[in-house]
């Protein structure tokens, strides 16, 4: 339990909802995750504060009715905290968890895919050739919109790239 | 000179229109547009 307090109090909740890349929900949850554990945390404090003794001989010097006062002491003393079941909650709690650990690798996944992508584009940067090694067909194999471009500026009888000359050069 | 021999006119002018009709369609079909591709693939990879 100590520990587990201990853990949480060491959570970077800014660093761990803007940083880390998380979807809008996962970040939702965690915060109402936070809020629900500073309430809580909250509230316990608030009880321990509490007094939990009670000098009985000060009421039975107070009162005239000794009674009620051995009655309350009696009643006190042989007061037992009402058990609750917790399965329902640790269900519900263990549903969270589930959910959160299915977000957490659909982002594990994502992050992963976009690494891969990051890999690949490093190595198609590593592996570019000059200029001057590619041939046409190599960028129109690359670039297949570039044909459906000729075919359009042929039909409306444009033999000219708007911009070309001024660009490169004439007759280049 | 054979091209200024009127006999010869006819025949001229049927090669001539010929030939001519071949390299308009030539230019329109093949030339013209690999140097309009050439020139979008360099703004491209120019641009890009």
Same mark, same amino acid.
């Given at each position: 339990m100590a520990s587990s307090i201990r853990a949480a109090a060491k959570v970077d909740w800014s660093k761990l909802t803007v940083s880390l890349g998380l979807k809008k929900e996962t970040v939702a949850a965690l915060q109402a995750f936070r809020k629900r554990n500073d309430e809580a945390r909250r509230v316990v404090l608030a009880l321990k504060e509490?007094?939990? !003794? #009670? !000098?009985f001989e000060h009421y039975r010097s107070l009162l005239k009715n000794k009674g009620i006062v051995n009655e309350a002491e009696k009643a006190l003393s042989s007061f037992k905290p009402v058990k609750t079941d917790l399965n329902a909650q640790m269900k519900i709690v263990e549903i969270i968890e589930s959910k959160a650990v299915e977000n957490a690798k659909k982002t594990v996944a994502r992050v992963d895919d976009e690494l891969k992508d990051l890999h690949s584009t490093l190595t198609n940067i590593e592996q570019t050739r000059p200029f001057? !090694? #590619?041939t046409v067909e190599e960028i129109v194999k690359a670039k297949p919109e570039i044909n459906d471009i000729v075919e359009k500026m042929v039909k409306r009888g444009q033999w000219g790239v708007p911009g070309y000359e001024e660009k490169f050069g004439y007759g280049s | 000179m054979p091209q200024l021999v009127p006999f010869y006119f006819v025949n001229q002018l049927s090669f001539g229109l010929i030939l001519l009709s071949v390299l308009i369609y030539l230019a329109s079909k093949r030339l013209l547009p690999q140097l309009l591709q050439r020139f979008i693939s360099r703004i491209f990879i120019t641009l890009a």
């Amino acid at each position: 339990m100590a520990s587990s307090i201990r853990a949480a109090a060491k959570v970077d909740w800014s660093k761990l909802t803007v940083s880390l890349g998380l979807k809008k929900e996962t970040v939702a949850a965690l915060q109402a995750f936070r809020k629900r554990n500073d309430e809580a945390r909250r509230v316990v404090l608030a009880l321990k504060e509490q007094k939990t !003794d #009670i !000098d009985f001989e000060h009421y039975r010097s107070l009162l005239k009715n000794k009674g009620i006062v051995n009655e309350a002491e009696k009643a006190l003393s042989s007061f037992k905290p009402v058990k609750t079941d917790l399965n329902a909650q640790m269900k519900i709690v263990e549903i969270i968890e589930s959910k959160a650990v299915e977000n957490a690798k659909k982002t594990v996944a994502r992050v992963d895919d976009e690494l891969k992508d990051l890999h690949s584009t490093l190595t198609n940067i590593e592996q570019t050739r000059p200029f001057e !090694d #590619i041939t046409v067909e190599e960028i129109v194999k690359a670039k297949p919109e570039i044909n459906d471009i000729v075919e359009k500026m042929v039909k409306r009888g444009q033999w000219g790239v708007p911009g070309y000359e001024e660009k490169f050069g004439y007759g280049s | 000179m054979p091209q200024l021999v009127p006999f010869y006119f006819v025949n001229q002018l049927s090669f001539g229109l010929i030939l001519l009709s071949v390299l308009i369609y030539l230019a329109s079909k093949r030339l013209l547009p690999q140097l309009l591709q050439r020139f979008i693939s360099r703004i491209f990879i120019t641009l890009a």
